[in-house]
Structures are given as structure tokens and as C-alpha cells.
């Protein structure tokens, strides 16, 4: 197919007038603009913007979209169809737009309190309304992106199809950057109106400002348009009026000045404020100004004014050092958030189209449902989308053609993943002694991609070609299509995933592997008591002990545990069956580490029961006037270590710890936070290990198969970068309560433990990914160890991880044959069974660039920049992986318009049908907390997100980038209500909103809530009798109390952590945390509001094409 065959989906932007106030705004302080470089012969940055509607000149299409005929020039973007000038009444110009006005005073900024440090998580942003189409077809989003009216000037006249828009009717001073109101947008429907006949073009002018408006009108004559020179005839509005003389530009050489000098989002009239007037917003606590430029630090961290030196600077905003401009007159536009991409939108509609029907896996190259859509999954010969996920199901067939896109190629892989009751888990296939069937040369084990030749006794390796001959027990005959007759009955030959039985000839040494251990080390120091953590892990282990994890549950687990206690020094048990009370053994010389005990330390449960029980009831009551506060580190892993080499098996070590490991030990650490590096190029050295010592113990525990769980519970620095080293890379988890406190924190660190404990895993696992010829697995991110560059080893595997790899060509491939990709994992079961799990995955390939983009997912792509980003900290300044992150996107959007759009306006941003949520989703990822942290975000916290994340699935990273807000109106039946986007602009003063990051559950409660909602969640009609400290909803007998705890519980139930609750009331302090997780606004530590990086985005996309 042609790359300009399919059809395009047009977004004609609309823009609002400036709205009315409403109390819960965000304002221009939120969307507010960044400043620019000073070489730029542009109009200053950007212009606040206000709400408005969005065009729907016709139909929205499902999603994904199907392709059809090219569309002509006269169906391309007519920028004025799409727009309302002034605040009159509205024309045909479609429906769906609803008229709104907005004025605003500015006020003054005030300092932001502290933001709680245990929540440190990044920015996500939550769905939309509907997304606004016009006539256009369906397969590329293109926006109007026109320069702002610099100089203010009132807009020209509307066509002679409009009338004349009225007058602002509101004369105080001009809207700000200051933080705003946004109105509620009423939707109104209005006959659709005919298109204007021909297509606008715009005078020539330099590259557009960084985040420069979405702005419907045409530049002002007396100053240059952010277009090329090739268009150079600006459209003809009848009887429009040339705009006033502007006045001299403003120009900042970077971001804002902090207080006491004016913010940079602040008006002439802010910098000397005016008395309040009666519709003046209330003061947004500590609002930065906008987010530098990506020539001043890719969104990085604020420099200062340079003295002596003009540079761009905001609308309104001061120009310290140099000459004052007149003051702007208060008619500027802003693009209209319901007019760009939503993704609520997106997410409804996938929801509509994919979730009544299973998805079969037998078509090559499908691109599966999202994943926040539920679907049943039908394996018909490729993996699961809940094992494998690809960032696109159609790759290029040459190198050239995949750098020329720069779309990544990569799966993100969780090979042990949960399968919901609906669906079969992976069939067992024993060959007996003779093992798994494999080819030849690669290796490869057998799967559906193999091709049996010769009447069934050889078969054709579907990755190498090469031919290998059918051992005589696995022969079978074939039928008239050249299939074996019983293909359906053998699970490799038919379906994606499946697992073998291995033999002893893939265990280490030749032997059959032992069930494996798990070891309790309780830290015991002075904090870890006195917070009640260490009470609270010994109460909980008596009954835990029960659900340790096995194969059969209605048989008894096998895994033997073990226990230890330390601080300065460490503390074994003997809890043998035969003894009356438990005996301590005490190690101190941790500077040479040994197990004093073989016999009874690692025993079975059931045996010793009485014993150990009677020990976790004692632990409590010997430490509990303990004076000692230091601790060691490193020694409790060695101990852990030589314990399960004693007892030839693997396992996993649970740590519970509480503090910085500076008792003489190896492993001792030191103090080394220093804020003073951050957005330093000297930033990486913090997420870098103090020293090499963990680095070689993580290598020994590898080798043994012992995996090590962390758990945190510190009240100042710990150093997470060095002591998640071990976790990381045995394929463990750490886990942080920073600050715990056993009534506030106790229900969400026992059900992270108890699920930790019960979950599904593998031990001692080694996993290898095949390609077919013309690719190769590249590179690997996760949480495990490689010794050479093929074999991905893992201490433990669980449930919950992935591995996410990247390929690249080596040569060409076929678009006739595609590309395939298996996954094999050889582990231990808990039941002490060496496996090989299996995942297969074929693609298609193609030759155009058009097939490549449409066949994208982008939530995979998020996934994949972002533990791309995240790792790259280690040895990268974090203003040049923002950078990196930045361009690449703008180049897959380039290449795209380049190569596959329908020639257009350069004031139309134009992205891919399968992409167009990339620019919010990937703003997302600059804002978050470990690229972009607010002044309050520890280098702890940074460091275990980004540990975090290493080992997300699509799913949970997802979530955790863009958080899901559900306005809790009507819980009828058992539908979720529908999410709105996340943005301040979406609550209502009147509503309650439930909001889920992934790591954290929000319930915000409006100041004005309605007393029958508040009573049927929290027992109590008023607003101020709430408490704003629980974390449980009172259990009230009615039908939208019981609906909201079920949903509260499924959402926790999906998610790997355990989400705890936290009751937002509107203007409380905890205010400031909740919104810092509304990410399409803009944040308070400098990061862009989607609005205005979409114009970035924009502003990038045109330079790479120039």
C-alpha cells in the first residue's frame, strides 16, 4: 500500500474565550509557557489558555482505525472551520462546541509546603472526553498549531458566515500566567455549517516558541508567524483590521526568578500587584513557573536570570534588566483541552470495540486491546498479550527503515505471568528422559513456527531454516495441508505458551534441584522496634507461615524457612522439632561471615511449628528495651547466602530493615545525599552503589539462586541506590514506608508481605530469547544479572516481572515470512521441578513506513522509553536523557508526517492514529518524580522509583504515568464509572473522585459535596466531620458504600502493591499531593501541562523538518 493511501483523522482545534472563575482552577500557572531561546526570531513563548470546547464536525471513529482512500486538500484541515473568534454566539462551524467565558485577576504566588515524601511518584495523567474529529479520515490526528497574537491585539473579524463577536466582557487587567479557574464547559450541538473553501496558509517566520499555543487566527502582519518561508501567503479574513503595533518583545534568558521576585507566569500588573477585585482567584500555593526550555535543560531543573542578558520570556511576564513593555490588552486565546487527543477517549473506545469478543492470538502481526481493557485471551499459536507485549506488531524490513522511524523495537516480556480464571494456564508437556525436541544449530525448541517435511521425519527450524530429523518417539504423519494429524493435540505444536519438563541434563551439576528455603532477617535495632515494625512482622509470620507458596493447594508446602535476627550483630535460631524452646546463636564477628548452625535452621513448617512459634513470640520481648542503633548490612546477606549453599538449594532472603548500614561491616555505608548535585551533571552519582562490595555479593547470590526481598522502613537517608543493588539484581523487590507507623502503615506492609510470600515463583532461573534471522535481541532491562550478552539470569522470578529486550536488524527481513521471537525460562518450581517455560511471538514486516505506524502501542513504547530513561540516570545526566527522550519522539512523529501524512499546513500537528496519545504519555514520563523531582522528592524515594519501574509491565507503568480519576457520582450495577482526564479542570467543588496512581489511592472530597454522598461514604453528612487521616472507608450498610469498597478492592487487587488510602479534602494541605498526581496540568516542580508540551512537540517536530 501506498504511504499516502489511508485516511487521515483531522482534529479541527477550536479556542475559547477566557472562561468565568471557578474555585477549583489551575489557571495558567498550570499551562503555563516555557521560556525560549533568544536566537529565535519568534513571538514569546506561549499565551495562557482557557477552556473551551471541541469541534466534532463529524463522527469519531473506532479505534484502531481502519485505512481508506487519500483524502484531497479539500478534506485536509480547514483551520477555520474548526474556530470561534471573540465571545459571540456560535456558527455552523460544527457541533460540539460550547461557548464559555473566563476572567481572571492575577494574584500573587505563595511558597508550596513540603509535599509528603511517601509519595514520590511520577506525574500520570487519567482519560478524556471524547475525541473531537472532523470530516477527515481516520488515520493521523492533525491539529492547528498558529502563532499566538503577540501583541494582544483584538482579533479580526470572523468570516461573513459568523457575526461579530461581542466585546470581552470583562475590562480589569489582562489574564495571566497565573493560576486559573477553569469553567464547567457546557456541550452544545449546532447544525454543522459548510467548511470554508479553501485551505489557509500563513506568512513565513521563524520555528515556532517552545510551547507555543494551539491559536486559531493568523499571525499579526507586523510580526513574523512560526511557519517556513513556503508559505507565504497568509488567509484573507474579510474586513479584518491589521493588528496594533506591538511593543518591544519580551525576552528572559531563562526560567522563572524565585521569590521574592516576581514569578515569571505574573503579569505587568502581578509584578506590581493590584488590590484584589471581586472575581480575583485565591492565591495557588507555591506554583513554580513554566518549565524551562529544552536548549536550557530538556525541561530539566531552573536556572536564574542572567544579569546583563534579554532572553525569551513569558507572557506578562517581568523583564528584569531591561526596557518595560506596554501592557498587553487581555484578548489572548488558548487551545482548547478538549480538542487535542484524550486519552479517556482512546481507552473508552477500545473498551467499546475489543472487550465482547476473546482475542484470538492465531493472526500474525494483531495488535492486541490496550491495557486497561478487559479481554479474555485465546491462544491459537502466538503468546498471550498478557506475556509478551510488543511496541509494534508490523517492524521494519531494513535497518534504515527502523532508524529512519526511530520507533523502538522491543517486547516487553513477563514470563510467569497470573492468568485470570477464564483462561488456561500453560499446558505441561513431558518427553520423558528424552527431553524437550529442539533444532539443531539454534536451538530452538519446538513451537507451531516449525515446518515438518518429508512425510513428518524432519522438520525445518522456523528461526534458522536449518533442517533436523524427528526423533522416532515424537514422529507423527501428516495430512493433506502438510500438517502433523496431531498438531491439536500437542500444546508446542498449536499454541503460544506452553511448558516442558526438563530433564537433569538442564539442572546445575547434573543433579535435580532441592525444594527451595526461605529466611527471615528481622532487623532488631532500637527504630525497628520502637516503630512497632518489628512486633508487627512476628505477629504476622505465625499465621503467613501457613500460605507459604506450592504447587498442589491441597497439599503441603515444602519450603523450609529459616530465621535471624541483628543489628550490630546477628542472632541465629535453632528451631529443630525436637526442641522444647528455641536457641539463639550469636555471631560477631561479621567482618567473616558463617553459619553457626546447620542441623535445625532451615526446617519445615508443619514439623516445628511449636518451636517457632514460641520464637516469634519471644523475638518482641528480648529486644524490646534495646538501646542499640546501628546496623549492618551486607554480613545479613552473606549469612543468608552461605545458609542456602549449606543446604544445596536456592531461596529467598526477606529483609526487614531500618536504617543506613554504618556499623564496621562490609558493605558499611555512609551519609552521601547531597541535594547540591541535583540537576548537576555529578546528579547520576547518586543513583550509582557507594562501592563495588554489593555489585560482586549480587554475583555469588546469582550464582546460588538466592533471591533477596527488601524491605525498608527508614526515618532519614538509607542510600536506596546501594542497598536495592542485591534486590535488583537477583530479580527481588524492595519496598519503602518511609516514616511507618503501625497504625497508618501496618495494612499496606502486610499485604505487600503476604503477597510476596504466597506469589507464584521461580527460582534459579536462566532465560534466553531467539530470533528468527534478520534480528536479534540487542539489549535487556529488568531486575536480574547477565554474565555474558545472551543469558538473563535470575536469582528468583516471580509473578509480577518482566524483562523487557530490544532488537535491532543484523539483516534484511521478508515481508513474506515476518520475524518470530521465542522466550524460553528455565527455573525451579516451588515444588523443587525444573521447567522450561515457552512464550512465541511472530510479527509482521513490512516495506512501508505507512504499516509500521499504523500496527504501534504505545502504552509499550512508554514502557519502554521509560525504563530506557530510568537506566540510562546511571550514567547520563539527567538533563540529557530528557533530551533524548524529547527528540526521539519528535523524530517517530517527524518521520511520520514526513512519510506517510497527506501534505498540510505547517500549523498542523499531525500524529499517527496508534500514537496520538505518545506526546502525553511521554510528558508524563519528563514530569515524573525521578527525571523531574519537586524540591520536597528525597534521592531515596528517586532511586526506589526508578528501581521500581525497572520491572514494570505495560499494565502497572501504564497507571503509574497516568493515573486513573473516576468521578464517584452513580455506582449503578457493576460498570466502573467512566474516568475523566487528569486535570484540576476536571473536578467538580460539588463531587468526590477516586484516583489511582498504581502505588497510592486517593479519595478527594469537594468543599460544596453533596450531603447524601458524603453520607453514604463516611457515615457523616458534613464536610468538616470527615477525617481526613483514614485509610479504610467505614463498612455503612448501603448499596454505594458497598459498590465504592468493591471497586476500591478490585483496583488493589490488580495492581502488584498494596494501594493504601488517603481522604483528600478540597483545600486541605494534602491537597498539594493529590494534585501533584494530576499530570495533564502543568507541576509544581516545572513540569510542561500537556497543552503546552504538545506545542512543543509541535515547535520540535517543524525544526527536525526544516
Given at each position: 500500500?501506498?504511504p499516502?493511501c489511508?485516511?487521515?483523522v483531522v482534529?479541527?482545534v477550536r479556542?475559547s474565550?477566557?472562561?468565568?472563575?471557578?474555585?477549583?482552577?489551575?489557571?495558567?500557572?498550570q499551562n503555563?509557557?516555557?521560556?525560549?531561546d533568544?536566537?529565535m526570531?519568534?513571538?514569546?513563548?506561549?499565551?495562557?489558555y482557557?477552556?473551551?470546547?471541541?469541534?466534532?464536525?463529524?463522527?469519531?471513529?473506532?479505534y484502531p482505525?481502519?485505512?481508506g482512500?487519500?483524502?484531497?486538500?479539500q478534506?485536509?484541515?480547514?483551520q477555520?472551520?474548526?474556530?470561534?473568534?471573540?465571545?459571540?454566539?456560535l456558527t455552523?462551524?460544527?457541533p460540539?462546541y460550547?461557548?464559555?467565558?473566563?476572567?481572571?485577576l492575577?494574584?500573587?504566588?505563595?511558597?508550596?509546603?513540603p509535599?509528603?515524601?511517601?509519595l514520590?511518584?511520577?506525574?500520570?495523567?487519567?482519560?478524556?472526553?471524547?475525541?473531537?474529529?472532523?470530516?477527515?479520515?481516520?488515520?493521523l490526528?492533525?491539529?492547528a498549531?498558529?502563532?499566538?497574537n503577540?501583541?494582544?491585539s483584538?482579533?479580526p473579524?470572523?468570516?461573513?458566515?459568523q457575526p461579530?463577536?461581542?466585546s470581552?466582557p470583562y475590562?480589569?487587567?489582562?489574564?495571566?500566567?497565573q493560576?486559573?479557574?477553569?469553567?464547567?464547559?457546557r456541550?452544545?450541538?449546532f447544525?454543522?455549517?459548510p467548511?470554508p473553501?479553501?485551505?489557509q496558509t500563513?506568512?513565513?517566520?521563524?520555528?515556532?516558541?517552545?510551547?507555543?499555543a494551539?491559536?486559531?487566527?493568523?499571525?499579526?502582519?507586523?510580526q513574523p508567524?512560526p511557519?517556513?518561508?513556503?508559505?507565504?501567503?497568509?488567509?484573507?479574513?474579510?474586513?479584518?483590521?491589521?493588528?496594533?503595533q506591538?511593543?518591544p518583545p519580551?525576552f528572559?534568558?531563562?526560567p522563572?526568578?524565585?521569590c521574592?521576585?516576581p514569578?515569571?507566569s505574573?503579569?505587568?500588573?502581578?509584578?506590581?500587584p493590584?488590590p484584589?477585585?471581586?472575581?480575583?482567584?485565591?492565591?495557588?500555593?507555591?506554583?513554580h513557573g513554566?518549565?524551562?526550555t529544552?536548549q536550557n535543560?530538556?525541561?530539566?531543573?531552573?536556572?536564574?536570570?542572567q544579569?546583563?542578558?534579554?532572553g525569551?520570556?513569558?507572557?506578562?511576564?517581568q523583564?528584569?534588566g531591561a526596557v518595560?513593555?506596554?501592557t498587553?490588552?487581555?484578548?489572548?486565546?488558548r487551545?482548547d483541552?478538549?480538542?487535542?487527543?484524550s486519552?479517556i477517549?482512546?481507552?473508552e473506545?477500545?473498551?467499546?470495540?475489543?472487550s465482547?469478543?476473546?482475542?484470538?492470538?492465531?493472526v500474525?502481526?494483531?495488535t492486541?486491546?490496550?491495557?486497561?481493557?478487559?479481554?479474555?485471551?485465546?491462544?491459537?499459536?502466538?503468546?498471550?498479550p498478557?506475556?509478551v507485549?510488543?511496541?509494534?506488531?508490523n517492524?521494519?524490513?531494513?535497518?534504515?527503515?527502523a532508524?529512519?522511524?526511530q520507533v523502538p523495537?522491543?517486547?516487553?516480556?513477563k514470563p510467569?505471568?497470573?492468568?485470570p480464571?477464564?483462561?488456561?494456564?500453560?499446558?505441561?508437556?513431558?518427553?520423558?528422559?528424552a527431553?524437550?525436541?529442539?533444532?539443531?544449530?539454534?536451538?530452538?525448541y519446538?513451537?507451531?513456527?516449525?515446518q515438518?517435511?518429508?512425510?513428518g521425519?524432519?522438520?525445518?527450524?522456523?528461526?534458522?531454516?536449518?533442517?533436523?530429523?524427528v526423533?522416532p518417539?515424537?514422529?507423527q504423519?501428516?495430512?493433506h495441508?502438510?500438517?502433523?494429524?496431531?498438531?491439536?493435540?500437542?500444546?508446542?505444536?498449536?499454541l503460544?505458551?506452553?511448558?516442558?519438563v526438563a530433564t537433569?541434563?538442564?539442572?546445575k551439576?547434573n543433579k535435580?534441584p532441592?525444594?527451595?528455603?526461605?529466611?527471615?532477617?528481622?532487623?532488631?535495632?532500637?527504630?525497628a522496634?520502637?516503630?512497632?515494625m518489628?512486633?508487627?512482622v512476628?505477629?504476622?509470620?505465625k499465621?503467613?507461615l501457613?500460605?507459604?507458596?506450592?504447587?498442589?493447594p491441597?497439599?503441603?508446602?515444602?519450603v523450609?524457612?529459616?530465621?535471624?535476627t541483628?543489628n550490630?550483630?546477628l542472632?541465629?535460631?535453632?528451631?529443630?522439632?525436637s526442641?522444647?524452646?528455641?536457641?539463639?546463636?550469636?555471631?560477631?564477628?561479621?567482618?567473616?561471615?558463617?553459619?553457626p548452625?546447620l542441623?535445625g535452621?532451615l526446617?519445615?513448617?508443619n514439623?516445628?511449628?511449636?518451636?517457632i512459634e514460641s520464637?516469634?513470640?519471644q523475638?518482641?520481648?528480648m529486644?524490646?528495651?534495646?538501646?542499640?542503633?546501628?546496623?549492618?548490612?551486607?554480613?545479613?546477606?552473606?549469612?543468608g547466602?552461605?545458609?542456602?549453599?549449606?543446604?544445596?538449594?536456592?531461596?529467598?532472603?526477606?529483609l526487614f530493615h531500618?536504617?543506613l548500614?554504618?556499623?564496621?561491616a562490609p558493605?558499611?555505608?555512609?551519609?552521601?545525599?547531597?541535594?547540591?548535585?541535583?540537576?548537576?551533571?555529578?546528579e547520576?552519582?547518586?543513583?550509582?552503589?557507594q562501592?563495588?562490595?554489593y555489585s560482586?555479593l549480587?554475583?555469588?547470590?546469582?550464582?546460588?539462586?538466592?533471591?533477596?526481598?527488601?524491605?525498608?522502613?527508614?526515618n532519614?537517608?538509607?542510600?536506596v541506590?546501594?542497598?536495592?543493588?542485591v534486590?535488583v539484581?537477583t530479580g527481588?523487590?524492595v519496598?519503602?514506608y518511609?516514616?511507618?507507623?503501625?497504625?497508618?502503615?501496618?495494612e499496606?506492609?502486610?499485604?505487600?508481605?503476604?503477597?510476596?510470600?504466597?506469589k507464584?515463583?521461580?527460582f534459579d532461573?536462566?532465560?534466553?530469547v531467539?530470533?528468527?534471522?534478520?534480528?536479534?535481541?540487542?539489549?535487556f532491562?529488568?531486575s536480574f544479572f547477565?554474565?555474558?550478552?545472551t543469558?538473563?539470569?535470575?536469582a528468583?522470578?516471580?509473578?509480577?516481572k518482566?524483562?523487557?529486550?530490544?532488537f535491532r536488524?543484523?539483516?534484511?527481513l521478508?515481508?513474506d515470512?515476518?520475524?518470530?521471537?521465542?522466550c524460553?525460562?528455565?527455573?525451579?518450581?516451588?515444588?523443587?521441578?525444573?521447567?522450561?517455560r515457552?512464550?512465541?511471538?511472530?510479527?509482521n514486516?513490512?516495506?512501508?513506513?505507512a504499516?509500521?505506524?499504523r500496527?504501534c502501542?504505545?502504552?509499550?513504547?512508554?514502557?519502554f522509553?521509560?525504563k530506557?530513561?530510568?537506566r540510562?540516570?546511571l550514567?547520563?545526566?539527567?538533563?540529557?536523557v530528557?533530551?533524548?527522550?524529547?527528540?526521539?519522539?519528535a523524530?517517530?512523529?517527524?518521520?511520520?508526517r514526513?512519510n506517510c501524512?497527506?501534505p498540510?499546513?505547517?500549523?498542523?500537528?499531525i500524529l499517527?492514529?496508534c500514537?496520538k496519545?505518545?506526546?502525553v504519555?511521554?510528558n508524563?514520563v519528563?514530569?515524573s518524580?525521578?527525571l523531574q523531582?519537586?524540591?520536597?522528592v528525597s534521592v531515596?524515594d528517586?532511586?526506589y522509583?526508578?528501581?521500581?519501574?525497572?520491572c514494570?509491565?505495560v499494565s502497572e507503568?501504564?497507571?503509574?504515568?497516568?493515573?486513573?480519576?473516576?468521578?464517584?457520582v452513580?455506582l449503578?450495577?457493576?460498570?466502573?464509572?467512566?474516568?475523566v482526564r487528569?486535570?484540576?479542570?476536571?473536578l467538580?467543588?460539588?463531587g468526590?473522585?477516586?484516583?489511582?496512581?498504581?502505588?497510592y489511592?486517593f479519595?478527594?472530597v469537594?468543599?460544596?459535596?453533596?450531603?447524601e454522598?458524603?453520607?453514604?461514604?463516611f457515615?457523616t453528612?458534613?464536610?468538616?466531620?470527615?477525617?481526613p487521616?483514614?485509610?479504610?472507608?467505614?463498612?455503612?450498610?448501603?448499596?454505594?458504600s458497598?459498590r465504592l469498597?468493591e471497586?476500591?478492592?478490585?483496583?488493589?487487587s490488580?495492581?502488584?502493591?498494596?494501594?493504601k488510602?488517603?481522604?483528600?479534602?478540597?483545600?486541605?494541605?494534602?491537597?498539594l499531593?493529590f494534585k501533584?498526581?494530576?499530570?495533564?496540568d502543568?507541576s509544581?516542580?516545572?513540569?510542561?501541562?500537556y497543552?503546552?508540551?504538545?506545542?512543543?512537540?509541535h515547535?520540535?517536530?517543524?525544526?527536525?523538518?526544516?
Amino acid at each position: 500500500m501506498h504511504p499516502l493511501c489511508f485516511k487521515p483523522v483531522v482534529i479541527a482545534v477550536r479556542f475559547s474565550t477566557n472562561q468565568a472563575y471557578s474555585q477549583y482552577a489551575q489557571g495558567d500557572i498550570q499551562n503555563g509557557p516555557p521560556p525560549m531561546d533568544h536566537s529565535m526570531a519568534q513571538p514569546p513563548v506561549c499565551q495562557p489558555y482557557s477552556h473551551g470546547a471541541m469541534n466534532l464536525s463529524g463522527p469519531h471513529p473506532s479505534y484502531p482505525q481502519q485505512y481508506g482512500v487519500q483524502p484531497s486538500m479539500q478534506q485536509m484541515t480547514n483551520q477555520m472551520s474548526g474556530m470561534q473568534v471573540g465571545s459571540g454566539p456560535l456558527t455552523s462551524a460544527g457541533p460540539g462546541y460550547a461557548p464559555s467565558l473566563q476572567s481572571v485577576l492575577p494574584t500573587p504566588l505563595q511558597p508550596l509546603p513540603p509535599i509528603h515524601k511517601l509519595l514520590t511518584q511520577c506525574l500520570v495523567p487519567p482519560p478524556s472526553l471524547p475525541l473531537p474529529v472532523s470530516l477527515q479520515p481516520p488515520n493521523l490526528t492533525m491539529m492547528a498549531l498558529l502563532p499566538l497574537n503577540n501583541n494582544l491585539s483584538p482579533p479580526p473579524p470572523p468570516p461573513p458566515s459568523q457575526p461579530f463577536p461581542s466585546s470581552s466582557p470583562y475590562s480589569g487587567p489582562p489574564p495571566s500566567s497565573q493560576p486559573r479557574a477553569p469553567a464547567v464547559s457546557r456541550q452544545q450541538s449546532f447544525p454543522p455549517g459548510p467548511p470554508p473553501p479553501v485551505q489557509q496558509t500563513f506568512p513565513n517566520s521563524a520555528p515556532p516558541p517552545v510551547s507555543q499555543a494551539l491559536y486559531s487566527g493568523p499571525p499579526p502582519s507586523s510580526q513574523p508567524g512560526p511557519f517556513p518561508p513556503t508559505f507565504a501567503s497568509p488567509a484573507q479574513y474579510p474586513a479584518a483590521q491589521p493588528p496594533s503595533q506591538p511593543g518591544p518583545p519580551h525576552f528572559h534568558s531563562g526560567p522563572p526568578p524565585q521569590c521574592p521576585m516576581p514569578p515569571p507566569s505574573m503579569s505587568q500588573q502581578q509584578a506590581n500587584p493590584l488590590p484584589p477585585g471581586p472575581m480575583q482567584q485565591p492565591p495557588q500555593p507555591g506554583m513554580h513557573g513554566g518549565y524551562p526550555t529544552q536548549q536550557n535543560g530538556a525541561f530539566g531543573q531552573p536556572r536564574g536570570p542572567q544579569p546583563g542578558y534579554a532572553g525569551p520570556q513569558y507572557p506578562g511576564q517581568q523583564n528584569y534588566g531591561a526596557v518595560p513593555a506596554p501592557t498587553p490588552a487581555p484578548t489572548q486565546k488558548r487551545l482548547d483541552p478538549d480538542s487535542i487527543p484524550s486519552p479517556i477517549q482512546v481507552i473508552e473506545d477500545d473498551r467499546a470495540n475489543k472487550s465482547s469478543e476473546p482475542f484470538t492470538t492465531g493472526v500474525k502481526g494483531q495488535t492486541p486491546p490496550l491495557v486497561t481493557t478487559n479481554f479474555q485471551v485465546k491462544d491459537q499459536g502466538n503468546a498471550s498479550p498478557r506475556f509478551v507485549r510488543c511496541t509494534a506488531y508490523n517492524i521494519p524490513c531494513t535497518a534504515d527503515m527502523a532508524k529512519q522511524s526511530q520507533v523502538p523495537l522491543a517486547a516487553v516480556i513477563k514470563p510467569l505471568a497470573m492468568l485470570p480464571p477464564d483462561e488456561t494456564r500453560p499446558y505441561m508437556v513431558d518427553h520423558g528422559e528424552a527431553g524437550p525436541i529442539r533444532c539443531n544449530r539454534c536451538k530452538a525448541y519446538m513451537c507451531p513456527y516449525m515446518q515438518f517435511i518429508e512425510g513428518g521425519r524432519r522438520f525445518q527450524c522456523g528461526f534458522c531454516s536449518c533442517v533436523t530429523d524427528v526423533p522416532p518417539h515424537y514422529f507423527q504423519h501428516l495430512d493433506h495441508t502438510g500438517k502433523r494429524v496431531d498438531c491439536c493435540d500437542r500444546p508446542e505444536l498449536s499454541l503460544g505458551s506452553y511448558e516442558f519438563v526438563a530433564t537433569v541434563d538442564y539442572c546445575k551439576n547434573n543433579k535435580l534441584p532441592q525444594p527451595p528455603s526461605f529466611i527471615f532477617f528481622i532487623d532488631v535495632s532500637y527504630n525497628a522496634v520502637k516503630s512497632g515494625m518489628v512486633n508487627i512482622v512476628c505477629q504476622e509470620l505465625k499465621t503467613l507461615l501457613d500460605y507459604l507458596p506450592r504447587e498442589n493447594p491441597e497439599a503441603d508446602s515444602v519450603v523450609r524457612v529459616g530465621f535471624v535476627t541483628y543489628n550490630k550483630v546477628l542472632h541465629f535460631y535453632n528451631v529443630k522439632s525436637s526442641l522444647a524452646q528455641p536457641q539463639m546463636m550469636v555471631v560477631s564477628d561479621v567482618s567473616d561471615m558463617f553459619l553457626p548452625l546447620l542441623d535445625g535452621f532451615l526446617v519445615n513448617v508443619n514439623d516445628s511449628r511449636m518451636v517457632i512459634e514460641s520464637l516469634l513470640d519471644q523475638i518482641p520481648e528480648m529486644f524490646a528495651d534495646t538501646r542499640e542503633t546501628e546496623t549492618v548490612f551486607g554480613p545479613v546477606i552473606q549469612a543468608g547466602l552461605e545458609a542456602l549453599k549449606a543446604a544445596d538449594c536456592a531461596g529467598k532472603l526477606f529483609l526487614f530493615h531500618s536504617s543506613l548500614p554504618i556499623a564496621e561491616a562490609p558493605g558499611k555505608l555512609k551519609n552521601r545525599e547531597d541535594k547540591k548535585l541535583v540537576g548537576t551533571d555529578k546528579e547520576k552519582s547518586l543513583f550509582q552503589p557507594q562501592s563495588g562490595f554489593y555489585s560482586n555479593l549480587s554475583k555469588e547470590c546469582v550464582a546460588q539462586g538466592c533471591c533477596v526481598d527488601l524491605f525498608l522502613f527508614p526515618n532519614q537517608y538509607v542510600d536506596v541506590a546501594t542497598l536495592g543493588v542485591v534486590p535488583v539484581s537477583t530479580g527481588g523487590s524492595v519496598y519503602k514506608y518511609t516514616y511507618f507507623q503501625a497504625e497508618m502503615d501496618r495494612e499496606r506492609f502486610l499485604n505487600d508481605l503476604r503477597r510476596d510470600v504466597q506469589k507464584p515463583m521461580g527460582f534459579d532461573a536462566v532465560m534466553r530469547v531467539r530470533t528468527s534471522t534478520g534480528i536479534r535481541a540487542t539489549d535487556f532491562f529488568g531486575s536480574f544479572f547477565m554474565s555474558n550478552t545472551t543469558d538473563v539470569e535470575l536469582a528468583g522470578l516471580d509473578c509480577d516481572k518482566t524483562v523487557t529486550v530490544e532488537f535491532r536488524h543484523d539483516d534484511k527481513l521478508s515481508e513474506d515470512t515476518g520475524a518470530l521471537m521465542q522466550c524460553a525460562v528455565l527455573y525451579t518450581s516451588c515444588s523443587g521441578q525444573r521447567r522450561l517455560r515457552v512464550h512465541n511471538m511472530a510479527v509482521n514486516c513490512c516495506s512501508q513506513l505507512a504499516d509500521l505506524y499504523r500496527n504501534c502501542e504505545t502504552d509499550t513504547i512508554i514502557n519502554f522509553f521509560s525504563k530506557y530513561a530510568y537506566r540510562s540516570l546511571l550514567n547520563t545526566p539527567t538533563k540529557t536523557v530528557r533530551d533524548t527522550l524529547v527528540n526521539q519522539c519528535a523524530q517517530i512523529l517527524a518521520c511520520y508526517r514526513k512519510n506517510c501524512a497527506s501534505p498540510s499546513s505547517a500549523g498542523q500537528l499531525i500524529l499517527p492514529e496508534c500514537m496520538k496519545l505518545l506526546p502525553v504519555y511521554l510528558n508524563c514520563v519528563l514530569k515524573s518524580d525521578v527525571l523531574q523531582p519537586g524540591a520536597d522528592v528525597s534521592v531515596d524515594d528517586r532511586a526506589y522509583l526508578r528501581q521500581l519501574l525497572s520491572c514494570m509491565d505495560v499494565s502497572e507503568s501504564h497507571v503509574f504515568f497516568y493515573p486513573r480519576l473516576l468521578p464517584l457520582v452513580k455506582l449503578d450495577g457493576g460498570s466502573l464509572p467512566m474516568a475523566v482526564r487528569n486535570s484540576e479542570e476536571r473536578l467538580s467543588k460539588g463531587g468526590v473522585y477516586l484516583l489511582e496512581t498504581g502505588l497510592y489511592l486517593f479519595l478527594w472530597v469537594g468543599a460544596n459535596a453533596q450531603q447524601e454522598l458524603l453520607s453514604n461514604i463516611f457515615g457523616t453528612p458534613t464536610f468538616s466531620q470527615i477525617d481526613p487521616n483514614m485509610t479504610s472507608l467505614p463498612e455503612l450498610d448501603n448499596p454505594f458504600s458497598q459498590r465504592l469498597r468493591e471497586i476500591i478492592d478490585s483496583f488493589r487487587s490488580q495492581r502488584s502493591r498494596y494501594m493504601k488510602l488517603m481522604v483528600v479534602k478540597q483545600e486541605d494541605k494534602a491537597e498539594l499531593i493529590f494534585k501533584h498526581f494530576l499530570c495533564e496540568d502543568k507541576s509544581a516542580s516545572g513540569g510542561a501541562s500537556y497543552v503546552d508540551f504538545l506545542c512543543h512537540m509541535h515547535k520540535e517536530i517543524r525544526q527536525l523538518l526544516s
